[in-house]
């Protein structure tokens, strides 16, 4: 890995999280003693990323890319094979029990789906005020008063408190949920998907609310989505991240500008192009399955798809290189 | 037509009676449900107050009154309503201590059973793995074991008296509810908002308390009420043995064994305390049918509907 080019991407005294050559791997089966263990299932392989304060990493890739692994192994819920993670200069990944519940109150999670997320019985006041609770910071009174606050920073009424998440729609159920998340004031936030489950229609208003809160807050965000245009958005920079391992990663405008990686390339032409008088335009489309990680241990992982692949992309993996200053990408056909 | 053949009146008081808020209104709709928990209050009043309700003496032997019959019989008289036995005791007066003493054990047997049977779930559910499959493969072989004969045969061994029914009960009944508990929980540790809660910091314990129990109150009510009559039964099983309940006590099932040699000659020694167990399973066992349906949301919006078709359908004429 070329430690030098990953230290451009964001400045050391700013930078709030490091992936360093981080691998999740899943037990397929458990082993009965009368066979052998199947390998592990690699759900992400040697991702390194960092991300500053105040910063917003998009994550993209489609389903089963390991994407919302890499939220899962930030927030402690993945079992990491390789690599560590730091946040704040700590490296926070062999946290267990209680430091880890201590850490929680830095990192927030925004999760993908509402109408799951939000404990039925609960009132949405005792839902906001459950982290303030568990973390020590307020109750009663004081609790209420910041409750009311945070709904009117997410832009609900507040009635909303004394009612249950089920008299809400999705829309307003993210609302919810992402000010649980911001109750105790955490420097990072890890959100899974969290328009995807929402209409259209509200998409907007919520990525918005994100933005709005982040130049309010200064709250870093990683930022997981499966489609490009929700994360322009939102994002400084963007991660594509293809069946495990990261393709291409660098500022937002780069990423959009100028693809390096022939899968991002895809990615941004099956963004529909919203003119009715192009409609007749082809373009070209990426073919095939997609490869689960894990599978071939060497190449690229593209290389089945990819229009660009030659021999050496079937020998061997493509490091992650510059191609422009804090713009890298995995290929060795660009 | 379904709905003309119900009775108009049914509907009616149900339609006036909608202040007393949430659930005893719902409850009071459910004629049935209503009558079921008023016969086990009744019999919960007469457990709780028996030395001061209570006619005579259950063991007082009276052998110039032997098997009178009940009151509204010839030869019956108003100072024994229904009946003596072939002691001359009281029958009313044995029915309601033997109230007494099925009640207790039951309810000790539930409340025993059930804090252990939860506990067990609540440790196979969350410590999984190996812990897991041994505490349910036990829950299954002891399921797979006629329980009856079980206490039957430590009973005869150990020799009885109520704490050892009330051990035997508990052993041979906490494993419906460690099972029920862990499927919940199972399940229920996979909602999203349980996974909230743990990445929003919660510790293991308030998850548990704060976000889980709650799913399992409403099922759990009805399965303690089915417990609690398979209990009665069982308890009653057991003293007719012989087994059970000891002579100078009394119990329904000990009051039927006596009065199974007089079954000709005098009904009433046996009728009367069957009655009272009939009626207590009975009643337990439409109670949980009522909880049940109104713990489920989709079966308590059927019921809504009926009441409301059944409502309009007796406007209408």
């Known amino acids: 890995m070329p430690e030098s080019e990953m230290a451009k991407q964001a400045d050391p005294a700013k930078r709030l999280v490091e992936f360093t050559d981080v691998s999740v791997a899943y037990d397929v089966q458990r082993a009965a003693f009368w066979h052998r263990k199947p390998p592990p299932f690699r759900a992400i392989d040697g991702v390194s990323f960092q991300i500053g304060r105040g910063e917003t990493l998009g994550v993209v890739g489609e389903s089963g890319s390991g994407k919302s692994t890499i939220g899962k192994a930030l ?8 690599g560590n993670i730091s946040f704040d200069g700590r490296d926070i990944s062999k946290l267990s029990g209680a430091a880890m519940r ?18 039925p019985r609960m009132r949405v006041a005792d839902i906001i005020a459950e982290p303030l609770l568990v973390h020590g910071i307020a109750r009663g009174k004081e609790a209420e008063a910041r409750v009311a606050q945070l709904l009117n920073l997410v832009g609900l009424p507040s009635d909303t408190a004394s009612r249950h998440p089920g008299s809400f729609s999705g829309g307003q159920r993210q609302r919810i949920g992402i000010a649980r998340a911001l109750a105790v004031e955490p420097d990072f936030i890890v959100a899974d998907e969290p328009v995807s489950a929402l209409d259209v229609s509200i998409r907007a208003q919520i990525i918005n609310l994100f933005r709005d809160l982040q130049q309010e807050l200064g709250v870093a965000y990683l930022f997981i989505a499966h489609d490009l245009a929700i994360v322009r958005h939102v994002s400084h920079r963007i991660a594509v991240v293809y ?21 991002t390339r895809a990615l941004l032409d099956a963004v529909p192009i919203p003119d009715p008088a192009r409609r007749g335009e082809r373009r070209p489309t990426i073919r095939g399955e997609f490869g689960r990680p894990g599978d071939e241990d060497h190449g690229c992982r593209f290389a089945p798809r990819c229009p660009l692949a030659t021999k050496i992309c079937r020998e061997a993996v493509p490091p992650l290189a510059a191609k422009a200053p804090g713009h890298l990408a995995a290929c060795w056909n660009s | 037509m379904s709905l003309t053949a119900n009775s108009p009146s049914a509907s009616r008081p149900a339609a006036r009676r909608r202040k007393p808020a949430g659930l005893l209104s719902e409850l009071l709709g459910d004629r049935p449900a209503v009558l079921a928990t008023g016969f086990l209050l009744l019999i919960v009043f007469v457990a709780i107050l028996v030395p001061l309700i209570v006619p005579h003496d259950p063991a007082a032997q009276a052998l110039r009154a032997r098997l009178d019959p009940p009151a509204w019989l010839a030869g019956g008289s108003w100072s024994h309503v229904l009946g003596t036995d072939n002691l001359g005791r009281d029958v009313l007066s044995r029915i309601m201590y033997g109230a007494r003493t099925s009640l207790s054990i039951s309810l000790t047997v539930c409340a025993i059973a059930s804090t252990f049977g939860i506990a067990m779930g609540l440790i196979a559910a969350y410590v999984g793995g190996r812990t897991d499959t041994i505490l349910m493969r036990i829950v299954d072989t002891q399921l797979s074991f006629p329980d009856l004969l079980l206490a039957l045969t430590v009973l005869t061994v150990l020799g009885s008296s109520p704490v050892t029914v009330v051990i035997i009960l508990s052993i041979s009944g906490w494993m419906v509810y460690a099972r029920m508990t862990r499927g919940i929980v199972v399940s229920a540790r996979h909602e999203g908002y349980v996974e909230a809660a743990e990445l929003v910091g919660c510790s293991m314990p308030r998850i ?17 009420i089915l417990e609690f009559a398979r209990v009665v039964l069982a308890e009653a099983a057991l003293s007719f043995l012989g087994m059970g309940i000891q002579p100078p006590a009394t119990s329904w099932g000990l009051d039927i064994a006596l009065g199974k040699d007089h079954v000709f000659g005098a009904w009433w020694l046996v009728t009367f305390p069957g009655l009272a167990i009939a009626l207590t399973i009975l009643s337990a066992n439409v109670l949980a049918a009522w909880a049940r349906v109104t713990t489920d949301p989709q079966e308590r919006e059927k019921r809504f509907a009926r009441t409301v078709a059944r409502r309009s359908g007796s406007k209408r004429r």
């Open chain 1, 75 to 82: 927030l402690g819920r993945a079992p990491l094979a390789t």
């Open chain 1, 102 to 119: 201590r850490l929680r109150r830095h990192i927030q999670p925004v999760l993908q789906d509402p109408y799951a997320s939000l404990n």
């Open chain 1, 243 to 263: 069946a495990g391992r990261v393709a291409e990663i660098g500022p937002r405008d780069a990423i959009y500008g100028s693809p390096q990686h022939p899968y």
């Open chain 2, 208 to 224: 548990i308390l704060r976000h889980i129990l709650p799913n399992i109150a409403a099922p759990l009510s009805t399965l303690l």
